[in-house]
């Protein structure tokens, strides 16, 4: 027993590493570039298995068996979680997502819809260690633990060194930043490594409120100055003076469902008349990270970036921030949501006070039922349909943002049937995707017929914008295939991140521009449309009809789409021809988009904008002038 003995604490190690390494490499299918990337995560999951063995033996030291057990049932846990969140996500869980408690019962219902049967053989390993700790009696001597648990930190020192030292000198050779890419520390680090890492910077970064004053306020507001440069306000600067807003966060939508037919029918048949006449943005891109929808809000309104971990709504509501609902509030308007879920989800009911809402209707305000249910909750139709009466008791001038839901995952609906028969995948997820984008879109018309007579429609600006990606490049392959077209036709992965915005405004003439934009543009571009005055001294976004901007959109990892290149999955392109190209061709981009990013994260993480004071001229902060209020006509109840 004592030879068996000995060598135990090795075989565990071993089939901890073996099973984290086939992990990293099968399912994260990390893009390899040569064999020192092999090597790299090799290295990160030994670390990774040695650390969490090494403490195990520390704190099991008279049972040395039980806490093998415990390190791989925690290893299993870890990496199951990780496993079935990036199924969908493709990105992997940060501890700041799991405080985001509000979210958890309807994530439940999605993510449930994620686990697969097969799962279970990632817990085999903890299985067979439970069953010869617990049946066959099996006892480990206890001397000689101290020891091995010393071999074990001194292969984790080892590993770490050789990880840490190559990520450097790579980071030093593109120049680009991976301590918010999570792919790539998850690929040199480990899964393990990672999730320490990412608990160290979550308490690093929330504590930095604490401690800034606001000298730090005016370091970045100078810094800040270099990117806003909106002198080039075009024709259109003004043109829609006094008129009210309304926003439609359209869930989960991507671009490469419009202007297409699946499987003989087009998807979004509304939504393509509509473009014709409106101004159609089609390089256009979702920015999100984690907090997806909430992501998407917090940019149109405060034009920063959202965080890399977790979401603003949920960590930082208590915020000071320069929103547009409070611009345009100053400027006169009664400014409203509808959104037909719980006014807790994303943490609304708290920063939507921070923002500025004069209104929240949540799903409190609907009438809901068995019958008008889809999927996460109140139909789109349905939705719509229920929210003009409430309209009609909002004075204008109004800015109101309406957050559909049918389109969300799993994109549950039983409509539809044959053509979705039809549909050429082998993954029922992307065909119900394209049945419920169908029917987001003729809930669309139905709102559009039922507002397009109300005395007010011809001064609104409509606003329509997918939220993020319903389809991650997870679902690509399947994607193309669904699509039928040809591999040139078909979008690549980068396009996925690719969301509509239609801003239409009633009697203009339509045009499709090629302008690349964000969600962090949209309130530049809407203010710039109302011919009202920024009135903060930080934004990161540019009017999309500004004629001398820099077109350039950052995403939370790092990489970005500009006119010329496209960097993107640590690799630098030509975007004309998309040809790879030497990573300095990529470089000094790159730094802007990080600095960027830095930017935003320390207005954000210290609280900043809590020290822009609007009396002094200094701050940036202006006060817009009001024009005068016109009071809607009420429409007949
Ligand atoms: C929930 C809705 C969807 O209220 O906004 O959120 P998502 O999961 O897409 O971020
Ligand atoms: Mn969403």
Not at 5 to 24: N, P
Not at 44 to 59: D, E, K, P, R, T
Not at 159 to 172: K, P
Request: net charge negative; charged share 25%; aromatic share 14%.
């Amino acid at each position: 027993m004592r030879k068996w003995g000995d060598h135990y604490v090795w075989i565990c190690t071993a089939i901890l590493w073996l099973k984290l390494y086939a992990v990293q490499r099968v399912v994260f299918d990390f893009k390899m570039q040569g064999w020192m990337d092999e090597l790299m995560i090799a290295a990160g999951a030994l670390s990774s298995a040695v650390l969490l063995n090494a403490i195990a033996l520390f704190f099991f030291k008279k049972r040395p068996e039980w806490g093998l057990v415990t390190s791989s049932a925690i290893m299993s846990i870890l990496v199951v979680s990780h496993v079935v969140y990036f199924r969908f996500f493709h990105d992997f869980i940060t501890v700041s997502l799991l405080v985001q408690s509000g979210n958890y019962s309807a994530l439940k219902y999605s993510l449930f819809h994620l686990i697969q049967p097969w799962d279970i053989l990632l817990l085999a390993d903890t299985i067979v260690l439970v069953l010869l700790a617990r049946y066959k009696k099996l006892s480990l001597p206890s001397y000689g633990i101290r020891k091995k648990a010393g071999a074990l930190c001194i292969v984790f020192a080892l590993c770490l060194t050789f990880n840490w030292t190559q990520t450097i000198s790579s980071a030093e050779e593109t120049e680009a930043s991976v301590i918010d890419d999570r792919f790539e520390v998850v690929k040199q680090a480990g899964l393990v490594n990672y999730q320490l890492y990412d608990v160290a910077t979550l308490v690093q970064r929330n504590s930095k409120k604490w401690f800034s004053e606001e000298e730090d306020f005016d370091a970045v507001a100078r810094q800040m100055e270099q990117w806003q440069d909106d002198a080039g306000y075009a024709p259109l600067e003004g043109v829609a003076e006094g008129y009210n807003v309304v926003f439609i966060s359209m869930e989960s939508l991507q671009s490469f469902v419009l202007e297409r037919e699946v499987a003989g029918q087009e998807v979004t048949p509304f939504l393509n008349e509509l473009i014709k006449e409106s101004f159609y943005f089609n390089e256009y891109y979702d920015q999100t990270a984690q907090g997806k929808t909430s992501d998407a809000e917090f940019m149109v309104e405060t034009s920063l970036f959202p965080l890399s971990t977790g979401s603003v709504f949920f960590l930082h509501a208590e915020n000071e921030y320069d929103t547009l609902a409070k611009t345009l509030k100053e400027a006169g308007y009664e400014t409203a949501v509808f959104h037909a879920n719980d006014r807790t989800f994303w943490n609304r009911d708290q920063m939507y006070e921070s923002i500025g809402y004069d209104r929240f209707y949540d799903v409190s305000a609907f009438d809901v039922n068995e019958e008008n249910t889809i999927g996460w909750g109140l139909n789109d139709r349905d939705f719509f349909e229920q929210s003009l009466p409430y309209l009609a008791d909002i004075p204008e001038p109004f800015m109101a943002k309406w957050i559909t839901l049918t389109n969300h995952h799993p994109f549950e609906i039983d409509l539809y049937p044959e053509w979705r028969a039809n549909i050429q995948t082998d993954d029922e997820t992307v065909a119900q995707y394209f049945a419920t984008v169908r029917f987001m879109d003729e809930a669309l018309r139905h709102f559009f017929e039922r507002i397009r007579n109300e005395e007010w429609y011809e001064r609104t600006v409509f606003v329509l914008y997918g939220d993020h990606y319903g389809l991650s490049p997870h679902y690509h392959e399947e994607i193309k295939k669904a699509l039928g077209e040809d591999e040139k036709d078909a979008p690549s992965e980068l396009e996925l991140k690719k969301v509509p915005l239609i801003i239409h405004i009633p009697g203009m003439k339509g045009q499709r521009l090629d302008t690349i934009g964000g969600h962090v543009d949209i309130k530049p571009t809407i203010l710039h449309l109302l011919g009202l005055k920024e009135d903060s001294p930080v934004r990161f976004g540019h009017s999309l009809f500004s004629v001398d901007h820099p077109e350039l959109v950052v995403f939370r990892d790092g990489s970005f789409v500009s006119k010329q290149r496209i960097f993107y999955g640590q690799t630098c392109y030509d975007r004309a021809d998309g040809t790879e190209l030497e990573p300095e061709q990529c470089r000094e981009t790159a730094e802007i988009a990080a600095q960027q990013l830095k930017l935003s994260d320390e207005i954000i993480y210290g609280d900043l904008l809590r020290f822009a004071d609007e009396d002094d001229p200094d701050s940036g902060r202006t006060v817009p002038a009001a024009p005068s209020p016109m009071q809607r006509e009420q429409p007949a109840q």
